[in-house]
């Protein structure tokens, strides 16, 4: 006659490793509606919000996206490596200038958020209102 075990219950947690925490997606989600908020201003060109697993692109001028997102990727790039040198420490944002415009670059948790706006704009304002 077979042994009947007696099987241990266990609690298993339903959120899974490998998919974003619902926490994160609130917060996602906050940051979204803030940067909607921000691009309604005067001066501002547009912003891209780029994540682990996808990226989102919000810029007037479509023809220039991929001009946009190539020096979101630069001046983020450049940050880290000049911090890594120079010994820095952790980078909390970037601005990189030029001569009409600038683009602002932060990390947010674990989103990576570059803000294009004309040279005028004050980007201090712009990075508190994110935090």
């Known amino acids: 006659m077979p042994v009947k075990k ?3 219950q266990v609690e298993i947690e339903e959120q899974v490793d490998w998919a974003p925490k619902v926490e994160e997606k609130r917060v996602i989600a906050d940051l979204r509606e803030t940067l909607e908020d921000i691009k309604k201003k005067d001066g501002i060109i547009g912003y891209i919000i780029r994540g ?3 990226a989102s692109v919000d810029i007037k001028d479509p023809s220039k996206i991929i001009d946009y997102a190539a020096l979101s990727a630069e001046a983020i790039e450049s940050g880290e490596t000049l911090s890594s040198t120079f010994g820095l420490g952790k980078v909390c944002s970037i601005v990189l200038e030029g001569k009409t415009l ?3 670059s932060l990390t ?3 989103q990576q958020l570059s803000i294009f706006m004309e ?3 004050d980007h201090n304002s712009i ?4 935090e």
């Open 102 to 104: 600038k683009v602002l």
């Open 108 to 110: 947010k948790g674990e």
């Open 52 to 54: 682990t697993t996808s």
């Open 127 to 130: 990075r508190q209102e994110i």
């Open 6 to 8: 007696k099987i241990q």
């Open 119 to 121: 040279k005028s704009v």
